[in-house]
């Protein structure tokens, strides 16, 4: 059987992975379309002609930066433990709090009903829920304890890292990143049947 045809990268694809690597790279929310544009190496009215406006371009910049840590997160080798703390050191660099305060800035937005923000909630909890329970089923849980600890593990890495991002990151936040510890150490005692952690029926 042969394999499926890549998808054609055509100029909208290609621009955004050109936004993409500015947003990664220095950060767009606090920056104008033409910033933007210049930045990425084109002009302003190409992406309106591609986006329609700064604002979906911030959104479609979200999903791909997603879908790029989401890649990463599968690449990921050894035991869900060993990649979750590499994804947790990961998402805590430096270089990704601007990203991730667009995220939660547009999430945001998003929830509160705004038209340009909306397709955001698309898959924003459920594509990350897939895969990680995936990775929980392929270590020998059961699909739907993988599920349910996929959904709490999505939970808690936003949770903190937005408790993260509003000390600051020239604030102390070791607490943090052991209570991240913390919460993994208690769900993988949950998944090796630790006395004392059984999921009730419901």
Do not use: C
């Not at 599968?74 to 035991?79: L, N, P, R, S, V």
């Not at 869900?80 to 703390?85: I, V, Y």
């Amino acid at each position: 059987m042969e394999s499926a045809s890549p998808k054609p990268v055509g100029p909208k694809e290609k621009l955004l992975e050109a936004v993409v690597d500015v947003a990664m790279a220095t950060g767009i929310a606090d920056k104008s379309l033409r910033a933007i544009a210049a930045a990425a190496g084109t002009s302003h009215r190409m992406l309106i002609h591609h986006f329609g406006s700064r604002e979906r371009l911030l959104v479609e910049v979200i999903r791909a930066v997603e879908a790029r840590e989401r890649l990463l997160a599968a690449a990921m080798t050894g035991t869900p433990e060993e990649a979750g703390q590499r994804l947790w050191e990961h998402l805590r660099s430096p270089q990704l709090a601007a990203q991730e305060r667009l995220f939660f800035e547009v999430y945001g937005q998003a929830l509160q009903g705004r038209k340009w923000a909306k397709p955001l909630l698309e898959g924003v909890v459920e594509d990350w829920i897939a895969p990680v329970a995936a990775a929980f089923e392929a270590a020998g849980t059961t699909k739907a304890t993988s599920r349910i600890v996929a959904r709490i593990s999505v939970a808690v890495t936003r949770g903190l890292l937005l408790d993260a991002l509003a000390k600051g990151e020239d604030q102390d936040n070791q607490e943090v990143d052991d209570a991240m510890r913390f919460f993994q150490q208690m769900l993988f005692a949950y998944l090796s049947g630790a006395p004392g952690l059984k999921m009730r029926p419901s």
